[in-house]
């Protein structure tokens, strides 16, 4: 994540904030897990968090214009108006879409590597309903052509400077393959209701499965290139670094790891002598999640939770366990999930330099009394 001095709190962000619900980041809001529960499967948008670059725009959807151009579209490209969009055959998906940094926080209070950046708990992430246009619908009728290797979105927020460098807007491209899957949306509604400012009015594009960076918000222009395509957000940013990776840095961020949450405040206090049901939620970039195990004993014995919810291809899994506390003390509760690809939540996730990706097993703490 670029580094820069971050606004104060709310700055650049249109919704409300209130204290119960979100954890302040300088220009971004983390949804506290705590609050969710009772919500249902999705995140209601107003409590869905915040991440952004910059500061939220207000775009005219009246006025707005998505150009779709570039070198590999056969003629002049194409040019959408938020009316256009709403006559194309449209499609929802439900997707999950999480920071590249969610969890960075744990680097150091857990495994004693810190790591520069936000200090995301597990609240950079939400899911939604998103309800558009297929990207891939878009480029076709703009004149794709066969030699279409990378797409560009570009968003419509101010551009970004950090250290008196002007980077532009917000842009990170994707390979042709993953621009024509059909899950991947030009959105204009989010749970049912029109996209709100935060979340990237009047249309964002989604990316099921991959780091939040790659869904750029207030999209205005997509470029469609017959050779790669690059932007600090892929060559500088969002890539690994550290003594695992290569020299000079593994490639671009794509997809999430697997990762699990309790709906519960960490330090909460439970009552002893009684039974306690333990909820949280469960997802993973790529792949349904399969099973979710429970520990109360520090990861000595693992209980299978009861799954809520079918396996969903890009959504979370919601699970309970019911759990009695054998006598007062302090606990650490871990909840570990294995997706349908078997990628499973390790004890301990590997260092890389700018704390992406964090995908270790979370120890969240409680006080039986």
Same mark, same amino acid.
């Given at each position: 994540?670029?580094?820069?001095?971050?606004?104060?709190?709310?700055?650049?962000?249109?919704?409300?904030?209130?204290?119960?619900?979100?954890?302040?980041?300088?220009?971004?809001?983390?949804?506290?897990?705590?609050?969710?529960?009772?919500? $249902? *499967?999705?995140?209601?948008?107003?409590?869905?968090?915040?991440?952004?670059?910059?500061?939220?725009?207000?775009?005219?959807?009246?006025?707005?214009? *998505?150009?779709?151009?570039?070198?590999?579209?056969?003629?002049?490209?194409?040019?959408?108006?938020?009316?256009?969009?709403?006559?194309?055959?449209?499609?929802?998906?439900?997707?999950?879409?999480?920071?590249?940094?969610?969890?960075?926080?744990?680097?150091?209070?857990?495994?004693?590597?810190?790591?520069?950046?936000?200090?995301?708990?597990?609240?950079?992430?939400?899911?939604?309903?998103?309800?558009?246009?297929?990207?891939?619908?878009?480029?076709?009728?703009?004149?794709?052509?066969?030699?279409?290797?990378?797409?560009?979105?570009?968003?419509?927020?101010?551009?970004?400077?950090?250290? $008196?460098?002007?980077?532009?807007?917000?842009?990170?491209?994707?390979?042709?393959?993953?621009?024509?899957?059909?899950?991947?949306?030009?959105?204009?509604?989010?749970?049912?209701?029109?996209?709100?400012?935060?979340?990237?009015?009047?249309?964002?594009?989604?990316?099921?499965?991959?780091?939040?960076?790659?869904?750029?918000?207030?999209?205005?222009?997509?470029?469609?290139?017959?050779? !790669?395509?690059?932007?600090?957000?892929?060559?500088?940013?969002?890539?690994?670094?550290?003594?695992?990776?290569?020299?000079?840095?593994?490639?671009?961020?794509?997809?999430?790891?697997?990762?699990?949450?309790?709906?519960?405040?960490?330090?909460?206090?439970?009552?002893?002598?009684?039974?306690?049901?333990?909820?949280?939620?469960?997802?993973?970039?790529? $792949?349904?999640?399969?099973?979710?195990?429970?520990?109360?004993?520090?990861?000595?014995?693992?209980? !299978?939770?009861?799954?809520?919810?079918?396996?969903?291809?890009?959504?979370?899994?919601?699970?309970?366990?019911?759990?009695?506390?054998?006598?007062? $003390?302090?606990?650490?509760?871990?909840?570990?999930?294995?997706?349908?690809?078997?990628?499973?939540?390790?004890?301990?996730?590997?260092?890389?330099?700018?704390?992406?990706?964090?995908?270790?097993?979370?120890?969240?703490?409680?006080?039986?009394?």
């Amino acid at each position: 994540m670029p580094s820069g001095s971050p606004p104060p709190y709310g700055g650049g962000i249109v919704k409300p904030l209130p204290r119960e619900w979100f954890v302040p980041h300088g220009g971004s809001a983390e949804m506290r897990w705590d609050t969710l529960a009772g919500t $249902g *499967l999705y995140t209601p948008n107003e409590r869905f968090f915040v991440r952004n670059h910059t500061a939220t725009p207000l775009i005219d959807p009246r006025t707005w214009r *998505l150009r779709v151009h570039g070198s590999a579209l056969r003629g002049g490209g194409a040019e959408f108006s938020a009316a256009d969009l709403r006559t194309l055959p449209a499609r929802t998906v439900d997707a999950v879409l999480e920071c590249a940094g969610n969890g960075r926080r744990f680097w150091a209070e857990q495994q004693g590597t810190p790591a520069p950046g936000t200090p995301w708990g597990l609240g950079g992430v939400g899911m939604a309903a998103w309800r558009g246009v297929p990207l891939a619908d878009l480029l076709r009728a703009a004149g794709l052509g066969p030699d279409a290797v990378d797409v560009l979105p570009s968003g419509l927020d101010p551009e970004y400077t950090v250290g $008196g460098r002007n980077l532009g807007h917000v842009r990170r491209p994707l390979p042709i393959a993953k621009a024509l899957d059909a899950d991947v949306l030009v959105a204009y509604e989010m749970n049912g209701e029109p996209l709100p400012p935060d979340h990237g009015a009047p249309a964002r594009l989604v990316v099921p499965g991959w780091v939040g960076v790659a869904s750029i918000k207030w999209l205005g222009d997509v470029e469609v290139a017959d050779r !790669p395509l690059g932007s600090p957000w892929n060559t500088e940013y969002y890539r690994l670094f550290g003594p695992a990776q290569p020299e000079g840095g593994g490639p671009a961020l794509t997809g999430q790891v697997v990762k699990s949450a309790f709906e519960l405040a960490r330090g909460a206090v439970l009552a002893a002598g009684r039974s306690h049901r333990l909820c949280g939620r469960s997802w993973s970039g790529t $792949g349904p999640v399969r099973e979710v195990g429970v520990s109360t004993d520090g990861g000595l014995v693992w209980r !299978p939770a009861e799954l809520l919810d079918p396996p969903a291809g890009h959504g979370w899994t919601r699970w309970c366990l019911d759990w009695r506390p054998p006598a007062p $003390g302090r606990y650490g509760l871990r909840a570990r999930a294995t997706d349908g690809r078997g990628a499973v939540q390790p004890a301990e996730a590997e260092f890389n330099r700018e704390g992406y990706l964090f995908g270790a097993v979370v120890v969240h703490p409680v006080t039986v009394v």
